[in-house]
């Protein structure tokens, strides 16, 4: 059975950094492109970034571009979201996605607020 589990998200004042985490389990994570995806208060899930299987091959939406970078790490079944230069508009549940799958995990809150 597939787990991903997001871990990181935090209160946070505008321009600040988050690292977002997410552990993996139960596929074979490392043939598999992954996602980030955010859903804010009220709105649909949003894409915002993907790294292919190989972690060579990343894509982001211009929204995050030039601010967020994701990577990730096959050995430990690990994703990962360094978020900087946040914005308020950046608050939402982060959620790491099997590219082309719903969110199956809780998610993690990221808040940025002064």
């Known amino acids: 059975e597939v787990h991903l589990v997001e871990s990181g998200g935090d209160l946070v004042q505008p321009g600040g950094s988050l690292r977002l985490s997410c552990a993996a389990s139960?596929?074979?994570?490392?043939?598999?492109?992954m996602s980030w995806v955010r859903q804010a208060p009220g709105k649909g899930l949003e894409w915002v970034s993907d790294?292919?299987?190989?972690?060579?091959?990343?894509s982001y939406a211009d929204s995050v571009k030039g601010r967020f970078t994701i990577s990730r790490d096959n050995a430990k079944y690990t994703l990962h979201l360094q978020m900087n230069s946040l914005k308020p508009e950046d608050t939402a549940v982060y959620y790491c996605?099997?590219?082309?799958?719903?969110?199956r995990g809780q998610g993690t809150q990221v808040t940025v607020s002064s």
């Open positions: 139960g596929f074979a994570f490392s043939m598999y492109t």
């Open positions: 790294i292919n299987s190989g972690g060579v091959s990343t």
């Open positions: 996605i099997k590219r082309g799958e719903p969110p």
